[in-house]
Nanobody, 116 residues
Framework: QVQLVQSGGGLVQVGGSLRLSCAAS????????MGWYRQTPGKQRELVAS????????YADSVVRGRFTISRDNPKNTLYLEMNSLKPEDTAVYYC?????????WGQGTQVTVSS
């Protein structure tokens, strides 16, 4: 089982920026679609953005498109989510996922809190 270890996140003011990272163990990272999800209390985890092995990106919500950027560094086995112009509604626990499947590997989650 691949291990995904997240870093980044924290508390930021409205309009601020944060970068999340997700480092994968093993040697299969470069062959999988990767995604960032987020979850707020009482709601299901939802896809924020995904990226194919060759770097094609998809943003699930027009609200984040243009503010968030997903990227990956295959030689470093690392996935990123750059978040700019953050809003209070972006407050959530963010998770990275390998394979865009519930049964895929998940990161441990990281809290992002945007204060107004």
């Amino acid at each position: 089982q691949v291990q995904l270890v997240q870093s980044g996140g924290g508390l930021v003011q409205v309009g601020g920026s944060l970068r999340l990272s997700c480092a994968a163990s093993g040697s299969i990272f470069a062959t999988y679609d990767m995604g960032w999800y987020r979850q707020t209390p009482g709601k299901q985890r939802e896809l924020v953005a995904s990226i194919t092995p060759d770097g094609r990106t998809y943003y699930a919500d027009s609200v984040v498109r243009g503010r968030f950027t997903i990227s990956r560094d295959n030689p470093k086995n690392t996935l990123y989510l750059e978040m700019n112009s953050l809003k209070p509604e972006d407050t959530a626990v963010y998770y990275c996922n390998m394979g865009l499947r519930e049964t895929g590997s998940w990161g441990q989650g990281t809290q992002v809190t945007v204060s107004s």
